[in-house]
């Protein structure tokens, strides 16, 4: 199965900063990645689909890029909303798998 | 809206059905999963099934003890788990598929927390 490598594990960031996120896959995936946004106490959220399409009520500040082996994840200005954890996943080769997270903290 | 039940302490060999009852979308239209978060491990995909119940999948780690089942005229999802072990102990989240979008996941429930301990 496909194994998606996110780095870092953790980043400490402040608000107003911009960040790029990576996830990095074993072998080609050609475009078929998503990207979710998981915080305590709620529900995974659809962030990014197809390595760069925005799902439904996404702000702009999201965007995803990538095809191939690495794809990224940038948030243009944090937010206090903003810090949880980041999970890439792949749907191009069977069976769907996810990354490990990328956690985003608060400095 | 998808809300999961059915989680609990079980012992290894047990049994449990977990359950999710959707609203606020076409249930009958959508394939659905269920998704495990395995305490430092992550998220791992389990099992889908298509809008109308006739084709299933399962992760080689659950094929042969997991069913996944659905009653469109209930819009609910069940998973039936059966010779559980330790390795299984995780929160079990139902997600819906998008529409036109194999297996990326567009609405996720709360979870149920399923613990296999003696």
């Known amino acids: 199965e496909i194994v998606l490598t996110q780095s870092p594990d953790t980043l400490s960031l402040s608000p107003g900063d911009r960040v790029t996120l990576s996830c990095r896959a074993s072998?080609?995936?050609?475009?078929?990645v998503a990207w979710y946004q998981h915080k305590p106490g709620q529900v995974p959220r659809l962030l990014i689909y197809?390595?760069?399409n925005r799902a439904f009520d996404i702000p702009v500040k999201f965007s995803g890029s990538g095809s191939g082996t690495d794809f990224s994840l940038t948030i243009s200005s944090l937010e206090p909303e903003d810090f949880a954890v980041y999970y890439c996943q792949q749907r191009n080769i069977w069976p769907p798998t996810f990354g490990q997270g990328t956690k985003l903290e608060i400095k | 809206h998808l809300l999961e039940s059915g989680g609990g302490l079980i012992q290894p060999g047990g049994s449990l059905r977990l359950s999710c009852a959707a609203s606020?979308?076409?249930?009958?239209?959508?394939?659905m999963d269920w998704v495990r978060h395995v305490p430092g491990k992550g998220l791992q995909w389990v099992s889908s099934i298509s809008a109308n119940g006739d084709i299933t999948f399962y992760a080689d780690s659950v094929k042969g003890r997991f069913t996944v089942s659905r009653d469109n005229s209930k819009n609910t999802l069940h998973l039936q788990m059966n010779s559980l072990r330790a390795d299984d102990t995780a929160l079990y989240y139902c997600a819906k598929e998008m529409l036109y979008g194999d297996y990326y996941f567009d609405l996720w429930g709360q979870g149920t927390l399923v613990t296999v301990s003696s």
């Open positions: 072998q080609d995936i050609s475009e078929s």
């Open positions: 606020g979308f076409t249930f009958s239209s959508s394939d």
């Open positions: 197809d390595a760069s």
